[in-house]
């Protein structure tokens, strides 16, 4: 019997605003416990909510992405309800959230699975804030739990999928594309670690050609491996469950990574009545044609767009265009290199390769790279101009990774004697040797074979400690050897 | 030492005159509050805090300043929050509360030099129509102590007219101010939907809730309103226009320049007058509830004389939904009340219970201490019409229901400038009279609700007593934004009339 998998996703994306969505205080992270609540963020009496318009641009922003730069599924009205709860993180006992109105219905992601796109649809994108912290451990006091409000009030942006996902794989794909695209426009950090993006998972299963089984919400998704092993649990727990004869309940269940299983929340009979109500605190939210204008100008191209201006202008090859607009920070990157004066292609490569394979060695991300576009760009105009050869250059990539000579290339050449041999008649002289003790080579090179030839620049690579540049011992090679 | 009921003009003039210091209206305001402190109209003062204010004051009067509202003491009603009173909203829930702001009116009286007196009494969270839902006792009225001031302002009306403060702030979200203005016989003005910040007031029904005056002129409450209003970047609700950030003391005084009362001061005026309104329908045992009384009436029709024999024309307008804005203000207010009041869970300030053994029970026991009966009745009432499979036949129904009211009175004001008639059906009743039943408490609010559901100005004046010698108030509507003018013929009535110059002590 062939199971059907059904997942729809949605996606708590926190947005890069400095101050919070109805107040002032600041998002940034890591700070003291309430050191940046506000009066707002409180609840305290008499306090109002008041719209971060740059929250607004956000969702413009996201609307325009995901719709192909088209604005028509931006609403230019939409409204905030209040979701009436009690939790003691929850400091209004509401919730200012988007219900009936979202500021953005529709669009898609597209995703590539085995090679092949798919369309994700969108069901929409609301605006929301989030809700405060509550601690039960660390604290002095045992047995007292803790109240965090910095959190509270930071805007999110909430994404939500029709159930057009048919594999774990295809989920995490989608996630991965929407993390891209929520990175690459700028607004969302990106960070599943602090909480930046949060995926909750709906999933059902039913036999193929029968009508959508009850879904399960899987919350706690805070990694794309996570979010894979918890679907393909939840997946064979409710196959499972229907296989012994059972039905499956439709729940919140709770991924656990320790144990690598979902446990149920809260089922549906618990479900909260949450009297959502338009919050008559807030204006209706208003979006004019000049607003969408004004984000629209200001927005970065699309990968798509960047890749075909890189392979354009920088004369670079598809594959190379493709991998360095992968995200912005690599785009951005390879520009500010080139900016700075290297080589088009040179810089290509060497971002696409060498840096890439030092980011993966240090499991680190290009964002964290320690190695600044200005420095990056100084060593590949030292291969440029003959200084120092490519092997060098890799070593001195290692040298300026760990901070020596703050980076320093030039410094850290001479530090090292590094330099390539530039002394015409010292590298002859080592040729003359390497001619003399290799009759072999020799032989085999005048009797046609090219590959011999490459030994004895090997030869003379090896003898001159890799500073001598690769071609000009080629050239002279030949030169001696009667071959030009 | 002075005048038993000092106005705001009055005592401006002593200052400027250097007759009386800041710190010696100070003084003299204390007294006044202690005096009365059988009204149960003022919550605790404190001297250092006023005195400091007015010291400030005075050394601004002595710099050469001249606002008119320097060195004014007032007081406001404890729905303002403040930094250096308590603010209870008249409730156990917020007892001892201190506030780590000032509401926005009162940092605007603040800088306009005026010296706060302290908070005054009022109904629980603003609930109420007759000031006995304070957890902190209900307010007298200083015409007989055995009556209702109103509510839920009451204890700024009752501080008024007692004449302890020349002027008084308070709110309105269905008749707060004007109703306790008419049961006491001063002048209230609660001005267009958004022309005063919210900002610093306890919620009670967003919607709804409006800042406004009170005082005995109608000249006191322009310049009083005038200081308290204008847009507030801190509360999204509060209108930012030209229209709505014009000085209304600058029209005020435009208005009565152009026109002198006797001079035919009130030509060209057309008054609407709601038929709804004047039918008699109640008896003069009050035995029924469901309209106008006679006593209440007369003084209404005696009113409406003095316009129209300086020039003024009565124009029938029909408010056909006025029966229906009842309903339509309960459930919305109280929808919109049951999720204000959720912030009052004990977690971060007000009551906590003494005794809980979990999470919820925290919550529960904390509300069910700290929340009286009537704010009780609303937020329950409020979470059922916002409930599941109720939301629409409740809460949408009542939301089409204000809009045909608000159009209504658009409707009417084709046909007139301003609309006249009762603030309330009856004058101030006996306490505990209506208090077990509050179908007949809510019946009282019928003429005031309208108004609020539009968010149109209102205004109370004092124009004659019934015949339990209790004053009755005359309701003046404009349309939005009409403030200075329903302001300057009120202040016009008042030069041709003395019932705002009836004191509770001296009546003439």
Known sequence: MTWEIVIGIETHVQLQTESKIFSTASTAFGAAPNSQASFVDCALPGTLPVMNRKAVECAIKFGLAVNAGDSKNIARRSVFARKNYFYPDLPKGYQLSQMELPVVTGGSVTIQVDGKDKVVTLTRAHLEEDAGKSLHEGLDTPGVSGIDLN????????????????????????????????TWIGICDGNMQEGSFRCDANVSVRREGEALGTRCEIKNLNSFRFMERAINYEVRRQIEVIGDGGRVAQQTRLYDADRNETRAMRSKEDAMDYRYFPCPDLLPLVITEDDIEKVSASMVASPQTMQARFQASYGLSEYDAKLLTVDRVTARYFEDVV?????????????????????????????????????????????????????????????????????????????????????????????????????????????????????????????????????????????????? | MSEAYPTIASLAERIRTKQISATELAEDGLRRVADNAALNAFFPVSRDLTLAEAKAADVRIAAGETSPLLGIPIAHKDIFVTCGWPTTAGSKMLEGYISPFDATVVEKLKAAGVVSLGKLNCDEFAMGSSNENSAFGAVKNPWDRSRIPGGSSGGSAAAVAAGIVPATTGTDTGGSLRQPAAMCGITAIKPTYGRVSRYGMVAFASSLDQAGSM????????????????????????????????????????????????????????????????????????????????DVAVAIHHALDVFTNHGATLVDIPLPRTALSIPAYYVIASAEASSNLSRFDGVRYGHRAAEYTDLNSMIFNSRTEGFGHEVKRRILTGAYVLSHGYFDAYYLQAQRVRRLIAEDFQAAFEHCDLIMGPVAPTTAWKIGEKSKNPTAMYLEDIFTLGVSLAGLPGMSIPCGFGLNNMPVGLQIIGNYFDEAKMLADAHRFQQLTDWHQQHPGVKS
Not at chain 1, 151 to 179: C, F, I, N, Q
Not at chain 1, 362 to 378: C, E, K, L, T, Y
Request: glycine content about 8%; some cysteine.
């Open chain 1, 151 to 182: 959190r509270a009030g930071t805007p999110l942006l909430e994404v939500v999928t029709e159930p057009d996902m048919r594999s774990a794989a295809e989920a995490v794909a989608y996630a991965k594309a929407l993390h891209g695209i929520v």
């Open chain 1, 339 to 484: 900016s700075a004066g290297a080589e088009t292609k040179l810089a290509a490569n060497w971002i696409n390769g060498e840096l890439a394979a030092m980011l993966n060695r240090h499991d680190m991300d290009i964002a964290q790279r320690p190695v600044s576009a200005g420095s990056f760009s100084q060593l590949l105009q030292r291969i440029m101009d003959g200084s120092v050869s490519s092997k060098s250059a890799r070593d001195l990539l290692g040298l300026m990774w760990a901070g020596e000579h703050q980076g320093d290339v030039d410094a850290l050449i001479k530090a090292h004697g590094l330099t390539q041999m530039a002394d015409v008649s010292a590298i002859e002289k080592i040729v003359d040797d390497v001619i003399a003790a290799n009759e072999k080579s020799v032989v085999e090179f005048k009797s046609g074979k090219e590959r011999a030839l490459q030994s004895l620049v090997g030869q003379v690579m090896k003898a001159t400690g890799g500073k001598a540049n690769p071609t000009q011992v080629n050239t002279i090679l030949r030169e001696k050897l009667g071959a030009n």
């Open chain 2, 215 to 294: 005082a005995h002129t109608a000249q006191d409450c322009a310049l009083l309103l005038d200081a308290m209003a204008g847009s507030d970047e801190r509360d999204s609700t509060s209108l930012n226009s030209e229209k709505a950030n014009a000085s209304i003391w600058r029209a005020f005084s435009a208005n009565i320049a152009s026109k002198h009362p006797l001079n035919k001061g009130f030509e060209n005026l057309r008054i609407g007058v709601p038929k709804e309104w004047m039918t008699y329908a109640g008896d003069l045992e009050g035995t029924r509830t469901d309209g106008i009384h006679m």
